[in-house]
């Protein structure tokens, strides 16, 4: 059974960083570009993040610069490192696996989330 | 980039055909074979309906289709039931070779 489950969320003030963690099972991590969508509280999906098998990265106008995508496929594992965090980042923040392709368009599993505020 | 247009809502009856629009331009939907549907019932994680335009995972029943035509997508359902109610998100690869999504419909069964 694929599964992704996400950890590290918290409690954050703005200008701080953050580091988020996903687990992977039930697949071979290595075959599938993964990535992080998040949802603020009461809003839509937004796309953050993606890493592909061979470590390629991707990412939305308003984390470049300030987040961090990154892969251990001998862990199967998948990280994201959140720096210069602002109010605007509070959300919950999916892992998501991609649909195989050359271009990662969709996902198929996603984990439950992990919650991210960003507060002073 | 902007997000995709979509409704703020939809109804229909039990049994109905509804379809939801999703509208983006010439840099995202427009240019690409590569449009995504997603339910999300409350509290839940999104769960992927339609892919690559038209394309049904494995365990999405066939009540659902995708389309696309221009700049707009579709997604249409077909014998509409109570379980079908839920938030639905489109998304679209675009030529920044980032991806958006729109802004959801919600979905009423009445």
């Known amino acids: 059974e694929v599964q992704v489950v996400e950890s590290g969320g918290n409690v954050v003030r703005p200008g701080g960083s953050l580091r988020l963690s996903c687990t992977a099972s039930?697949?071979?991590?290595?075959?599938?570009?993964m990535s992080w969508v998040r949802q603020a509280p009461g809003k839509g999906l937004e796309w953050v993040s993606t890493i592909y098998w061979g470590g390629g990265t991707n990412y939305a106008d308003s984390v470049k610069g300030r987040f961090i995508i990154s892969r251990d496929n001998d862990k199967s594992s998948l990280s994201l490192q959140m720096n210069s965090l602002r109010a605007e980042d509070t959300a919950l923040y999916y892992c998501?696996?991609?649909?195989?392709?050359?271009?990662?368009?969709?996902?198929?599993?996603w984990g439950l989330g992990t919650m991210v505020s960003v507060s002073s | 980039q902007s997000a995709l247009t979509q409704p703020p809502s939809v109804s229909g009856s039990p049994g109905q055909s509804v379809t939801l629009s999703c509208t983006g331009t010439?840099?995202?939907?427009?240019?690409?074979?590569?449009v995504a549907w997603y339910q999300q019932s409350p509290g839940t994680a999104p769960k992927l309906m339609i892919y690559?335009?038209?394309d049904r995972p494995s365990g999405v029943p066939d009540r659902f289709s995708g389309s696309k035509s221009g700049n707009t997508a579709s997604l249409t359902i077909s014998g509409l039931q109570a379980e079908d109610e839920a938030d639905y998100y489109c998304s679209s690869y675009t030529s920044n070779r980032t991806l958006i999504f729109g802004g959801g419909t919600k979905l009423t069964v009445l």
């Open positions: 010439n840099s995202d939907i427009g240019s690409y074979h590569r």
């Open positions: 690559d335009v038209s």
């Open positions: 039930g697949f071979t991590f290595d075959d599938y570009a």
């Open positions: 998501v696996r991609g649909v195989r392709g050359i271009i990662i368009a969709s996902f198929d599993f």
